[in-house]
């Protein structure tokens, strides 16, 4: 990745962390909210590098996520991959549901 690409998607995934954390929105959220707009892809950023770096932005209080709380993420990066990612994301969403009944 350039070094101007680098800092775009900084900028990008910092302004939008911002914004959710303004907004009380919770962490496994914030998250799902970050691959489904794009700002990271989850083979470049895997969830506990995106969790480690919500905590270093001043996220540490008010959530706990383990590592296994998500599978996953497909590798490829095509149409089929696409599709795989909101598989990916409904058994997240569904892990999140089954977590919070508890």
């Given at each position: ?13 910092l302004a939008e ?86």
């Open positions: 990745m350039s070094a101007d690409l680098r800092q775009r998607v900084e900028t990008a995934f962390a911002n914004r959710l954390k303004a907004e009380q929105i919770p962490v496994a959220k914030a998250i799902e909210i970050f691959y489904k707009t794009g700002i990271v892809h989850p083979k470049r950023w895997p969830v506990p590098e995106i969790v480690e770096e919500l905590r270093y932005r001043g996220w540490s209080s008010g959530f706990h996520i383990k590592p296994t709380y998500y599978p996953q993420p497909p590798d490829l990066v095509n149409r089929e991959s696409a599709i795989e990612l909101a598989k990916w994301l409904r058994i997240v969403d569904r892990k999140k549901r089954e977590i919070e009944a508890q």
